[in-house]
């Protein structure tokens, strides 16, 4: 069955890094966009943008464009979310979604499968 | 940027009751919206996409409507397993974005 895997949870100091993994497993990786999805304690989601795992391309909403950085490594099936310049406001769960659409071109802009998530702790 | 809102924040409702839940667009975003369902530690669950259709295997008693700015969620008959928060999304233009979302308890 179709599966999002992503990384364990982190603890970070303000101004640090965070690297986030979801390895996807049981479709065609190249595809379906992935989206990155986070959520701070007591908020409802936020769509932190997507990326195309067929060619990298990536799209980012205005608030992370400066801090935030989507990979991917397709022979391992796995993208990438890189966040920088860590504030104590970046707390959250941090979600890797599969885009419903497998035309490798097109994304719609909802999810059908999703990770677990990635609880990211930013404490100094 | 469309701001998705979602009302009641909290419900309350008995096994075997009606529910609906509500969902405002800031501006009409057709029926360009998804619903999700979400528990404690698990991963977000589709329910519905374009307004009314149900993602796969979502049984019959959830149900959506509405087109342009207003949107519902329905569960006709709500199981032990529905309690959880929904949360509505648009996906018409860039950036999507989610609504607050709506916890549903047990009474």
């Known amino acids: 069955q179709v599966q999002l895997v992503q990384s364990g949870a982190e603890v970070k100091k303000p101004g640090a890094s965070v690297k986030v993994s979801c390895k996807s497993s049981?479709?065609?990786?190249?595809?379906?966009?992935v989206h990155w999805v986070r959520q701070a304690p007591g908020q409802g989601p936020e769509w932190m943008g997507w990326?195309?795992?067929?060619?990298?391309?990536?799209k980012l909403a205005p608030k992370f464009q400066d801090r935030v950085t989507m990979t991917r490594d397709t022979s391992i099936t796995t993208v990438y979310m890189e966040l920088s310049g860590l504030r104590s406001d970046d707390t959250a769960v941090y979600y890797c979604?599969?885009?419903?659409?497998?035309?490798?071109?097109?994304?719609?802009?909802?999810?059908?499968?999703w990770g677990q998530g990635t609880l990211v702790t930013v404490s100094s | 940027e469309i701001l998705m809102t979602q009302s009641p924040a909290t419900l309350s409702a008995y096994l075997g009751e009606r529910v609906t839940l509500s969902c405002r667009a800031s501006?009409?975003?057709?029926?360009?919206l998804a619903w999700y369902q979400h528990k404690p530690g698990q991963a977000p669950r589709l329910l519905l996409y374009?307004?009314?259709t149900r993602a796969t295997d979502i049984p019959a008693r959830f149900s959506g409507s509405g087109s342009g700015t207003d949107f519902t969620l329905t569960i006709s008959s709500l199981q032990s397993e529905d309690f959880a928060v929904y949360y509505c999304?648009?996906?018409?233009?860039?950036?999507?974005?989610f609504g607050q979302g709506t916890k549903l308890q047990i009474k």
């Open positions: 374009r307004a009314s």
């Open positions: 999304q648009h996906y018409h233009n860039w950036p999507q974005t």
């Open positions: 501006q009409s975003v057709l029926t360009n």
């Open positions: 979604a599969r885009d419903v659409n497998p035309d490798h071109d097109t994304v719609t802009g909802y999810c059908d499968y």
């Open positions: 990326i195309n795992p067929n060619n990298g391309g990536a």
């Open positions: 049981a479709y065609t990786f190249t595809g379906h966009y």
